[in-house]
């Protein structure tokens, strides 16, 4: 079983920038595949970013690229969220997942491919 406890949400005015993080309980940590998704409020939970297990691979949703950065630590059994340029859009609560896939693909992006689910981090950005 894998524990992951999401952090680093907030309140956050246009144009500014959050660092999510995600910890995971096990050493274990660099061999899942990690992803970030969030979930609005009366909507559909929706990617943003997966990284695999060696940080050298990744995707991003069209309505974050360029401006968020998926990266991980797998010494500290963490992978990141930089989030820059935050909008109105991005207000939502943000997930981190992980799952053990065969091979790393845009497959990464499906919700139900993961395994475990971290608890959630509120993220407000106020226009």
């Known amino acids: 079983q894998l524990q992951l406890r999401g952090s680093g949400g907030g309140l956050v005015q246009a144009g500014g920038s959050l660092r999510l993080s995600c910890v995971a309980s096990?050493?274990?940590?660099?061999?899942?595949?990690m992803a970030w998704f969030r979930q609005a409020p009366g909507k559909e939970r929706e990617f943003v970013a997966s990284?695999?297990?060696?940080?050298?691979?990744?995707y991003y949703a069209d309505s974050v690229k360029e401006r968020f950065t998926i990266s991980r630590d797998n010494a500290k059994n963490t992978v990141y969220l930089q989030m820059n340029s935050l909008n109105s859009g991005d207000t939502a609560v943000y997930y981190c997942?992980?799952?053990?896939?065969?091979?790393?693909?845009?497959?990464?992006?499906?919700?139900?491919?993961?395994?475990?689910w971290g608890q959630g981090t509120q993220v407000t950005v106020s226009s």
């Open positions: 997942a992980a799952a053990q896939f065969f091979a790393f693909s845009d497959y990464s992006t499906r919700p139900s491919v993961y395994t475990y």
């Open positions: 096990r050493r274990t940590f660099s061999s899942y595949d």
């Open positions: 990284i695999n297990r060696s940080g050298g691979s990744t």
